[in-house]
């Protein structure tokens, strides 16, 4: 038997990179892209142990940001553009807790679809 040989793993250096917020009432939810759209880095409350309710609460968010800002340093990423989706307590969570650890935001942009007119409304009730 022949042993297949294990391509290594290739330590990326980014400059720069585009951080993805998703926050909704139960979850906050971060991905962290190259400039290309490839994906280097996610996370989100639930991975880091945090259930129920509580998924959904700002401190969440911001250990989510926190923990993120460290793996995002050992990938050399010191510019970071936001994108925030969602209407979620986390927002302005997730943004000061990677400013606080020391990563230069360049961008705030606010992504969440607006409808211009959405799905037809449901019937009106009769009483």
Known sequence: MAYKKKAKKVKRHVETAVAHVKSTFN???VSITAENGEVLLTGS???LGFKGARKGTPFAAMQ???TLAREMANLGI???EVNLQGPGS???SVVRSLQSSGINITILRDVTPLPHNGTRAPKKRRV
């Open 27 to 29: 979850n906050t939810l």
């Open 45 to 47: 409350a639930g991975r």
């Open 64 to 66: 989510v940001g926190s």
């Open 78 to 80: 010191k510019n970071v």
């Open 90 to 92: 986390g927002r302005d």
